[in-house]
C-alpha cells in the first residue's frame, strides 16, 4: 500500500541508480505512479514523477542520472486521488524547498487541504501525501524547527501512515511511524529509512526497528530515533538482518509468481522442521484445547488459509474452530468475546489494517491473541502475545502462493499434534508438492490456452476442498481478471447451475471421500454442457465423468486437498500471461494493505 525510501549520504553522487534499485524492490506495494525527488547541495530539489510502473517512468523520465545527498523515492497505490502526474509522490510545499512522500492514509487530508489552502499555501494535487509536507510547513511558517514541526505535524495528520521529509534548510531527511511500517538501515557512510526490508537489505544489513509514536532523523553517520511526544531520545541497537536476499529476485523464473508457487516444495520442509523443533508451541496447544471459543482470523488468501484450518481442527481434532474475515469478527463478535476465548490472526504481512483493527477488538476483551505471520517485525508480530512464522522468506509477487500452503500446513500441524498423531506423514508434503508441481504444469499450461478466453468461471469444493475451491478462485480472478466464483459444490445446484451454457467451464476440487458427491455435481453439469475440469486423486469415476482430470499423487485426504491449490496456482499464473497480464502485479491491488 505504498512504498517509501528515503536516504541520507555523505557526499553528494549519483542516488538515481540506488533510487531506482530501492524502489523496484518495493514494487510489490504499489505501482500505479513512482516518483523520485534528490535534494543536493546547490540548494536545488530535483523531483521527477508520474502514472506508470518503475522501469518504465523511470526511463523515461531519466531517474538514473539524479544527483544528490539525499533522496526519496515512492510507490503509489492509490487511495485519495485518481492516479496522476499532479497525485503521485514525493510532493513538495508551496516554497519548493521541502519534499516528502507518505504511505499508508491521511485519512483527514480533505478538512486539511481546506485549511492549507485558506492559511495561503500552495496546494497542486488531492492526494493525501501532500498533506503531511503541508502539514510540516504549517509549523516551520511558525519558526518551529524540523524536528518540531514534524511532532506538531504527526499531532494533525489522522489515519495510519509513515512519512518521509527533507528540507533545503538542513542536511537530514526526517521519517515518523503511526501505523504504517517503517524500518532504517544504517551504512557507514549513509543511513536509510524504508517501508519494508527488501528495499534496505541490498545496501546494508544493519537495521534499527521504528515503533508507532516515534520519529527518525537520519544523517550520513547515523539515525536518531526519538519520541513524537516529548522529542525526547531514545536508544536502540541496530539488529543485524541474516536472511537471505535470493528471495527478492527472480532466479531465472519469468515471474515472481511462478518462481514462489515452485518454492513452496522448499520452504514447506522448512515449516515442517521449524515447528517440530518449535518450544512456542506446546503453550498455544494447550491454550487453544481449553479456549471457550477458537476464532481464527484474516482476509483473502489469509481468510482462506483459516477456513482450512477450521475443517482440519474440527475433522481430525474434534477441536470446533470459527474462521471469519477480520472487519465482520468485529462487527459479528466484538460484543460476545471473552477472556476465555483464543483468536489466531493470520496475515502474511502482519500489516493488513483489517486484521490489525480486529486485533485491537480482541486487546479490548481480555482474549488471548497469537498471530500466524510471515513478515517478523511486522506490526502483528509486536500486538500479538504469541506468533508463529510461516517461514516462507520474502514473498514479493502480490497473488499469495506459498504463505498460503504454509499457512495450510501450520493449521494441519497444529491439528495432528492436538489429536495425538504422529506428526511424521506431513513430512511427505514437501515431495508431494515437488511431484504435483512437476505432473501438473504442463498439463495446465494446455488448459491455460484452452480457457485463455473465458471470462467467467467456476470453482468447486466440498469439505477439505472448499476451502481451496475458494482460494483457487481467488487466484483466478486476482490475475487473469476474469469473473471466477468459488462455492461449496453442493450449492451450485441452487441457483448458479443456471449460468451452465455449452462449453461453461466449472472446476470441481475432489478428495478421495467425496468422489461419490463431486460425480453428481459433474453430471449436473455436463448433462447441461458445461465443461467439467476435475482436480483430484487418480480415480476412475472423476476420469470417466469429467472432461479433464489434473490428478494429484495418492496420499492422505487432509494432504491431498491441500495440494489441490497447486494446480489452482498455476492455472491462474499460465492463464494470466495468456491473458497478456503481469502476475505479479495485478492492476487496482497491492500487497499489503494497510488501509481500511
Ligand atoms: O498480508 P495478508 O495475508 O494479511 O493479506 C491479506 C490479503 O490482502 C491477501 O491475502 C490477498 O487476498 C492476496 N493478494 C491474495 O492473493
Redesign the pocket.
Known amino acids: 500500500m505504498c512504498g517509501i525510501f528515503g536516504i541520507v549520504t555523505r557526499s553528494e553522487r549519483p542516488l538515481g541508480e540506488i533510487l531506482l534499485e530501492a524502489g523496484r524492490r518495493l514494487s510489490y506495494r504499489g505501482y500505479d505512479s513512482v516518483g523520485c525527488a534528490t535534494l543536493n547541495s546547490d540548494g536545488i530539489i530535483d523531483l521527477r514523477k508520474d502514472v506508470g510502473k518503475i522501469d518504465e517512468v523511470g526511463k523515461r523520465l531519466n531517474f538514473s542520472q539524479m544527483r544528490g545527498n539525499r533522496g526519496i523515492v515512492q510507490l503509489r497505490w492509490a487511495t485519495f486521488g485518481a492516479p496522476s502526474q499532479q497525485n503521485a509522490q514525493p510532493h513538495l510545499d508551496s516554497d519548493g524547498d521541502l519534499v516528502g512522500a507518505h504511505n499508508g492514509n491521511v485519512v483527514n487530508n480533505v478538512e486539511l487541504r481546506e485549511q492549507f489552502i485558506a492559511e495561503g499555501m500552495t496546494v497542486r494535487s488531492s492526494n493525501d501525501g501532500e498533506s503531511c509536507v503541508h502539514a510540516v510547513e504549517r509549523y516551520l511558517d511558525r519558526e518551529h524547527d524540523m524536528l518540531s514541526a514534524v511532532r506538531c505535524a504527526y499531532q494533525d495528520l489522522e489515519g495510519d501512515y509513515a512519512f518521509v521529509i527533507g528540507s533545503l534548510g538542513d542536511g537530514h531527511l526526517y521519517a515518523v511511524k503511526k501505523g504504517s511500517g517503517l524500518a532504517v538501515g544504517l551504512g557507514d557512510d549513509f543511513s536509510c529509512v524504508s517501508s519494508d526490508l527488501p528495499s534496505i537489505l541490498p545496501l546494508t544489513r544493519r537495521i534499527l526497528r521504528v515503533y508507532d509514536g516515534e520519529i527518525v532523523i537520519l544523517n550520513a553517520g547515523g539515525a536518531e530515533i526519538r519520541r513524537v511526544e516529548d522529542g525526547s531520545l531514545i536508544e536502540r541497537h541496530a539488529e543485524t538482518i541474516t536472511e537471505s536476499m535470493e528471495a527478492v529476485q527472480k532466479g531465472g523464473y519469468a515471474h515472481f509468481m511462478l518462481k514462489e508457487i515452485h518454492e513452496q516444495a522448499v520452504v514447506s520442509g522448512e515449516l515442517l522442521h521449524w515447528l517440530e523443533g518449535a518450544q512456542a508451541l506446546a503453550p498455544i496447544l494447550e491454550r487453544i484445547q481449553k479456549a471457550r471459543h477458537l476464532y481464527l482470523i ?5 481468510y482462506h488459509a483459516c477456513l482450512s484450518g477450521a475443517v482440519y481442527l474440527g475433522n481430525l481434532a474434534r477441536r470446533a474452530a470459527i474462521p471469519v474475515l477480520a472487519p465482520q469478527f468485529i462487527a459479528q463478535y466484538a460484543p460476545a468475546l471473552s477472556p476465555r476465548d483464543v483468536g489466531i490472526f ?7 489494517k483489517d ?1 490489525l483493527n480486529a486485533i485491537e477488538a480482541a486487546h479490548r476483551s481480555g482474549m488471548n491473541i497469537y498471530g500466524l505471520v510471515n513478515v517478523i517485525g511486522s506490526t502483528l508480530t509486536q500486538a500479538s502475545e504469541r506468533w508463529l512464522p510461516l517461514v516462507c522468506g520474502y514473498e514479493i509477487s ?3 502462493t506459498k ?1 498460503f500452503t504454509n499457512q495450510v500446513i501450520t493449521f494441519l500441524y497444529l491439528a495432528y499434534r492436538l489429536a495425538n498423531r504422529s506428526t511424521q506423514p506431513l513430512f511427505d508434503l514437501p515431495r508431494l508438492i515437488q511431484q504435483t508441481i512437476q505432473y501438473s504444469d504442463g498439463q495446465v499450461e494446455q488448459l491455460a490456452v484452452e480457457l485463455a478466453q473465458c471470462n467467467d468461471l467456476y470453482c468447486l469444493g466440498y469439505g477439505m476442498t472448499y476451502p481451496i475451491a475458494l482460494e483457487g478462485a ?2 483466478l480472478k ?1 490475475i487473469t481478471y476474469a469473473h471466477c466464483e468459488g462455492m461449496l459444490s453442493t450449492e451450485f445446484k441452487h441457483g448458479p447451475l443456471a449460468a451452465v451454457t455449452e462449453g461453461y467451464p466449472v472446476i470441481f476440487v475432489a478428495t478421495q471421500r467425496d468422489i461419490p458427491l463431486l460425480v453428481s455435481g459433474i453430471n449436473e453439469v455436463t448433462c447441461r454442457g458445461g465443461k467439467a475440469i476435475a482436480i483430484g486423486p487418480q480415480d476412475s469415476r472423476l476420469r470417466a465423468n469429467a472432461h479433464q482430470l489434473l490428478t494429484l499423487p495418492p496420499c492422505d485426504d487432509a494432504l491431498s486437498a491441500l495440494l489441490a491449490v497447486l494446480p489452482l496456482q498455476l492455472l491462474s499464473y499460465h492463464l494470466s500471461v495468456q491473458r497478456g497480464f503481469d502476475p505479479d502485479f495485478p492492476r487496482n ?1 497491492s ?3 494497510t488501509v481500511d
Open positions: 484474516g482476509c483473502g488468501t489469509s493470520v496475515s502474511q504481512s502482519g500489516e493488513t486484521v502480490v497473488p499469495a504463505t481467488l487466484k486476482e491491488l500487497k499489503t494493505l
